[in-house]
């Protein structure tokens, strides 16, 4: 079945760093593709998103490419701030009458002054 | 901007006992949606709702769980018989039409079961 692997956390890194979060997925047929970010004790919000292949979807500083080739859609972000520290999750949907949302497993990431 | 609320925001309840968990989706959307967030863990579906039935199950929705419409604007989840192991954060979420993929999520219920 459909499914999202994403890079197993804790990610720390110091303010300003560069990000990178792996996300690869396996799906039938074209999905569209999400990153969903989780601040603590907050539920979810959508960080950004891809509904094609080649698509960039961008958001606050953060971007992600849609890559059919290698199935992938991986969050970078140039500089991280103190308030990027949350959970971050890779996710998919595909097209069906009921379209339900297949997350990853999540990265928690946080980030030191 | 609309939103997607929930209530209670937490709950806590008894092995045993039957909880309804509530959502006001957003006013003009079709799809409805319940997933479940096990502490630690993945965010998981639960149930989808289209036109008054339900569209897709996950093999966790079994037959202690149940959804309804009651009313042209709740949402609601029932767990009949609560286990210690259903205690989660559960997300309610909608959608507006065929076309549209993203789901706008609410705040979540935190269900703690003792």
């Known amino acids: 079945g459909d499914s999202v692997t994403q890079m197993e956390g804790p990610v720390t890194l110091s303010e300003e760093a560069f990000l990178t979060i792996n996300c690869t997925y396996t799906?039938?047929?074209?999905?569209?593709l999400f990153w969903y970010v989780q601040y603590p004790g907050e539920g979810l919000q959508l960080l950004l998103k891809a509904t094609k292949a080649d698509d960039k979807g961008s958001n606050k500083g953060f971007e992600a490419t849609y890559r059919k080739e290698t199935t992938s859609f991986h969050l970078e972000k140039g500089s991280v701030q103190v308030s990027d520290s949350a959970v971050y999750f890779c996710a998919l949907t595909t097209y069906s009458s009921a379209s339900k949302i297949i997350f990853g497993s999540g990265t928690r990431l946080s980030i030191r002054p | 901007e609309p939103e997607v609320t929930q209530t209670p925001s937490h709950q806590v309840t008894q092995m045993g006992q039957e909880v309804i968990l509530r959502c006001v989706p957003i006013?003009?959307?079709?799809?409805f949606y319940w997933y479940r967030q096990i502490l630690g863990q993945k965010v998981e579906f639960l149930v989808s709702?289209?036109?008054?039935?339900?569209?897709?199950k996950s093999e966790i929705f079994d037959d202690q769980f149940s959804v309804e419409r009651p009313d042209g604007s709740n949402f609601t989840l029932k767990i009949r018989s609560t286990k210690l192991e259903d205690s989660a954060m559960y997300f309610c979420?909608?959608?507006?039409?065929?076309?549209?993929?993203?789901?706008?999520f609410g705040p979540g219920t935190r269900l703690t079961v003792t």
């Open positions: 979420a909608s959608r507006e039409l065929v076309s549209s993929y993203e789901q706008y």
């Open positions: 799906a039938t047929g074209y999905p569209s």
């Open positions: 709702f289209y036109n008054n039935e339900i569209s897709e």
């Open positions: 006013s003009n959307h079709l799809y």
